[in-house]
């Protein structure tokens, strides 16, 4: 018995072995014929991409796997160092019920491990392939799978100039042309603290020609958004909004602990679990209704449609973006906010209306290089407002460079400002303007310019509080020995005023707009004013329509109420004004004005001669005063009591005082015309 039990037992255990040799054999045999197959992978990506794919290794493990190794994608051209993307192992499970009964290979799972790349070459094989990759993804057989991706890490060092990734994991799931997915994406640089991740969760449903998304949530423990939309044709449309903190602090972010339970759980599930949403007890940025058409046509995308309002401001964004293989993206945008749109807005005191802005060039190493076009539109008011209906500014020959971001330098070789008023146009015309940008503080940006201004120079700087809508300016300006002249198109009447001006000012947007300064012009001569006309007709004098100085000052000021001038002194060698000026709603002025002539001045006057004779030899200078009133273009001039009329009474006898003063009234019934 025992040996019959020897017999049996050596009978199993051979035809095992046979029965494991032969499995062995089979496995060998398919896996050799696998091996030989693997080259029908890279013709198959070849109807696709001019790239090469090659796969190291390919091998079947029974009951129902295969494993890929050493997956890459590459230029035909290029050396093995110069990798696209590398995939050092993928796992295939397929369907072993269906193979069995079909005899069909039908894939249910894929699982890509430790996928690696450089974020630069990975960026342009996307932007250089996107209809290929499109077209690859709508072709792939509409079928149940599941995707994961895990330890993805993609290189940073070329685009950030030093070491660093970004490592992500990714799931996806497509059950009856319905899709789930989810997944995260966090920045590590090695000079710094671990990224806090981006995690994301979606789903949605498969179509002929895209996808259409349910629900989209990117989440942050500064940001969370929630979108929707679809992917047709290229086209992708998003409806949504987002929140986020600007005032987060970044800190050092390690994964959290698991323990044996929760690891046991993970290793079961095969991936974690999707992200939850996050808390965000503090938000001061509102991204609400979020209305987005954008095609990609790549290399080109056109942006149909951005819109959106921020902390409930309407802005708008439309335009071209090329991304040409080895050239610089090419960029040709427009950019819109109406606050005509916020009712609260224009209920209150404030008048600016819209503001647009066009950008054209090119853009390559962070380095922004064209032109672009700014302007302001302004709500027209019947009172209680700055008379300002338009602004402007035209930067051609622009450069801005984002290499220090967030600090950011500019230069623009031209400006042209324009300006319209109620009344008239105005033109500055600026050079080589150079400027230095602080965006590192999101309530607060900074910036400092310096520009040659005609034959002088201009040197500033402008504080932007971005949390007002729309942003609190404050703005300090200096000009230097700027001849006066060349400055006509700034304002006509600097064709009348010769000399080197010099000057600061201060310009701010709230509660009013409202531009105060001082001016200084020394030495120079005005010439041809009507006030100088009317003058040098007056005392009969030609030296008076022409009066030079060895220095002029003023201080002015602009805002809701209007526009004047202040303080304002000028001396000469023959007389000496002072006063203020002031042009209100309507074009009507109110000014008043004191000229002190000394006695040589008017004793050259065939009119003041006379006069003179009565007041006493001791008095060296007499000052008159006069009004000006009425519209700026039809002004009344009034003579005011001044010192010339005290002096003349003093010196007249009591029973000559009517006769005289009769007389005078007559020679100076002009001013009172």
Same mark, same amino acid.
């Given at each position: 018995?025992?040996?019959?039990?020897?017999?049996?037992?050596?009978?199993?255990?051979?035809?095992?072995?046979?029965?494991?040799?032969?499995?062995?054999?089979?496995?060998?045999?398919?896996?050799?014929?696998? *091996?030989?197959?693997?080259?029908?992978?890279?013709?198959?990506?070849?109807?696709?991409?001019?790239?090469?794919?090659?796969?190291?290794?390919?091998?079947?493990?029974?009951?129902?796997?295969?494993?890929?190794?050493?997956?890459?994608?590459?230029?035909?051209?290029?050396?093995?160092?110069?990798?696209?993307?590398?995939?050092?192992?993928?796992?295939?499970?397929?369907?072993?019920?269906?193979?069995?009964?079909?005899?069909?290979?039908?894939?249910?799972?894929?699982?890509?491990?430790?996928?690696?790349?450089?974020?630069?070459?990975?960026?342009?094989?996307?932007?250089?392939?996107?209809?290929?990759?499109?077209?690859?993804?709508?072709?792939?057989?509409?079928? @149940?799978?599941?995707?994961?991706?895990?330890?993805?890490?993609?290189?940073?060092?070329?685009?950030?100039?030093?070491?660093?990734?970004?490592?992500?994991?990714?799931?996806?799931?497509?059950?009856?042309?319905?899709?789930?997915?989810?997944?995260?994406?966090?920045?590590?640089?090695?000079?710094?603290?671990?990224?806090?991740?981006?995690?994301?969760?979606?789903?949605?449903?498969?179509?002929? @020609?895209?996808?259409?998304?349910?629900?989209?949530?990117?989440?942050?423990?500064?940001?969370?958004?929630?979108?929707?939309?679809?992917?047709?044709?290229?086209?992708?449309?998003?409806?949504?909004?987002?929140?986020?903190?600007?005032?987060?602090?970044?800190?050092?972010?390690?994964?959290?602990?698991?323990?044996?339970?929760?690891?046991?759980?993970?290793?079961?599930?095969?991936?974690?679990?999707?992200?939850?949403?996050?808390?965000?007890?503090?938000?001061?940025?509102?991204?609400?209704?979020?209305?987005?058409?954008?095609?990609?046509?790549?290399?080109?995308?056109?942006?149909?449609?951005?819109?959106?309002?921020?902390?409930?401001?309407?802005?708008?964004?439309?335009?071209?973006?090329?991304?040409?293989?080895?050239?610089?993206?090419?960029?040709?945008?427009?950019?819109?906010?109406?606050?005509?749109?916020?009712?609260?807005?224009?209920?209150?005191?404030?008048?600016?209306?819209?503001?647009?802005?066009?950008?054209?060039?090119?853009?390559?190493?962070?380095?922004?290089?064209?032109?672009?076009?700014?302007?302001? @539109?302004?709500?027209?008011?019947?009172?209680?407002?700055?008379?300002?209906?338009?602004?402007?500014?035209?930067?051609?020959?622009?450069?801005?460079?984002?290499?220090?971001?967030?600090?950011?330098?500019?230069?623009?070789?031209?400006?042209?400002?324009?300006?319209?008023?109620?009344?008239?146009?105005?033109?500055?015309?600026?050079?080589?303007?150079?400027?230095?940008?602080?965006?590192?503080?999101?309530?607060?940006?900074?910036?400092?310019?310096?520009?040659?201004?005609?034959?002088?120079?201009?040197?500033?700087?402008?504080?932007?509080?971005?949390?007002?809508?729309?942003?609190?300016?404050?703005?300090?300006?200096?000009?230097?020995?700027?001849?006066?002249?060349?400055?006509?198109?700034?304002?006509?009447?600097?064709?009348?005023?010769?000399?080197?001006?010099?000057?600061?000012?201060?310009?701010?947007?709230?509660?009013?707009?409202?531009?105060?300064?001082?001016?200084?012009?020394?030495?120079?001569?005005?010439?041809?004013?009507?006030?100088?006309?009317?003058?040098?007709?007056?005392?009969?004098?030609?030296?008076?329509?022409?009066?030079?100085?060895?220095?002029?000052?003023?201080?002015?000021?602009?805002?809701?109420?209007?526009?004047?001038?202040?303080?304002?002194?000028?001396?000469?060698?023959?007389?000496?004004?002072?006063?203020?000026? *002031?042009?209100?709603?309507?074009?009507?002025?109110?000014?008043?004005?004191?000229?002190?002539?000394?006695?040589?001045?008017?004793?050259?006057?065939?009119?003041?001669?006379?006069?003179?004779?009565?007041?006493?030899?001791?008095?060296?200078?007499?000052?008159?005063?006069?009004?000006?009133?009425?519209?700026?273009?039809?002004?009344?001039?009034?003579?005011?009591?001044?010192?010339?009329?005290?002096?003349?009474?003093?010196?007249?006898?009591?029973?000559?005082?009517?006769?005289?003063?009769?007389?005078?009234?007559?020679?100076?019934?002009?001013?009172?015309?």
């Amino acid at each position: 018995m025992s040996y019959l039990r020897r017999s049996r037992t050596k009978s199993r255990l051979f035809f095992v072995g046979i029965a494991l040799l032969a499995i062995f054999g089979i496995l060998i045999g398919c896996n050799f014929v696998f *091996h030989l197959q693997k080259d029908k992978i890279s013709l198959a990506a070849a109807k696709y991409f001019t790239q090469k794919v090659s796969v190291d290794n390919l091998l079947f493990l029974p009951p129902n796997y295969f494993f890929f190794k050493n997956v890459t994608l590459a230029e035909n051209n290029s050396p093995g160092a110069n990798k696209i993307l590398t995939l050092p192992l993928i796992m295939v499970k397929f369907s072993l019920s269906r193979f069995l009964t079909t005899g069909k290979v039908i894939i249910t799972d894929i699982c890509v491990y430790d996928p690696q790349g450089e974020y630069a070459v990975l960026r342009d094989f996307v932007k250089n392939n996107f209809k290929a990759i499109w077209k690859f993804f709508l072709d792939l057989p509409r079928q @149940d799978i599941r995707l994961m991706v895990k330890g993805s890490k993609i290189d940073l060092a070329r685009e950030n100039g030093g070491p660093g990734y970004v490592s992500s994991y990714f799931f996806l799931k497509i059950k009856n042309n319905g899709f789930f997915g989810y997944g995260s994406s966090s920045r590590n640089l090695q000079d710094k603290f671990p990224g806090i991740p981006v995690e994301y969760v979606f789903k949605g449903n498969l179509d002929k @020609d895209g996808a259409s998304f349910d629900n989209i949530e990117v989440m942050r423990e500064n940001l969370y958004a929630k979108l929707w939309g679809s992917v047709h044709n290229a086209v992708l449309r998003l409806n949504g909004f987002t929140f986020l903190n600007t005032t987060f602090k970044e800190y050092a972010y390690y994964e959290p602990f698991l323990n044996l339970k929760e690891r046991l759980e993970n290793v079961l599930r095969g991936f974690p679990d999707p992200p939850k949403t996050v808390e965000m007890p503090k938000v001061d940025l509102f991204i609400l209704d979020l209305e987005t058409q954008i095609a990609f046509n790549l290399p080109e995308i056109v942006i149909q449609r951005l819109k959106f309002a921020l902390n409930n401001n309407p802005m708008s964004l439309s335009g071209k973006i090329n991304f040409y293989q080895d050239k610089p993206i090419l960029l040709d945008l427009k950019y819109s906010t109406s606050f005509s749109q916020l009712k609260n807005w224009i209920a209150e005191s404030n008048s600016l209306k819209q503001i647009d802005v066009v950008l054209k060039g090119a853009l390559k190493d962070k380095i922004f290089t064209g032109s672009s076009n700014i302007s302001f @539109d302004f709500l027209k008011r019947k009172t209680g407002n700055l008379p300002l209906e338009e602004f402007t500014a035209g930067l051609k020959d622009l450069i801005l460079s984002f290499q220090n971001y967030p600090q950011v330098t500019a230069s623009v070789r031209n400006a042209d400002i324009f300006c319209r008023t109620d009344s008239a146009d105005y033109n500055v015309g600026l050079q080589y303007l150079g400027m230095a940008i602080d965006l590192k503080n999101p309530k607060g940006k900074f910036c400092e310019f310096n520009s040659r201004f005609y034959d002088g120079r201009l040197k500033g700087r402008v504080w932007f509080d971005m949390s007002q809508v729309p942003p609190r300016i404050t703005s300090y300006l200096r000009i230097r020995n700027a001849t006066a002249t060349k400055m006509k198109n700034i304002l006509e009447h600097f064709s009348k005023v010769h000399g080197k001006l010099s000057g600061q000012m201060r310009f701010r947007n709230f509660p009013d707009l409202n531009l105060k300064g001082g001016l200084i012009i020394q030495p120079g001569y005005i010439e041809n004013f009507e006030f100088l006309k009317w003058l040098s007709g007056f005392f009969n004098l030609d030296s008076l329509k022409k009066i030079e100085f060895a220095r002029a000052t003023s201080n002015f000021s602009v805002d809701p109420e209007g526009a004047g001038i202040k303080d304002l002194h000028l001396a000469s060698s023959d007389l000496a004004m002072s006063g203020a000026f *002031h042009l209100g709603t309507n074009n009507m002025v109110a000014s008043k004005l004191a000229m002190t002539c000394n006695r040589g001045l008017l004793e050259r006057s065939t009119k003041f001669k006379p006069l003179m004779r009565l007041v006493g030899k001791d008095v060296g200078a007499l000052t008159f005063e006069f009004r000006l009133s009425g519209n700026l273009h039809q002004m009344n001039f009034l003579w005011l009591e001044s010192d010339f009329k005290h002096k003349l009474r003093e010196a007249i006898p009591g029973f000559m005082e009517r006769s005289v003063e009769k007389k005078i009234e007559e020679s100076l019934q002009p001013l009172v015309q």
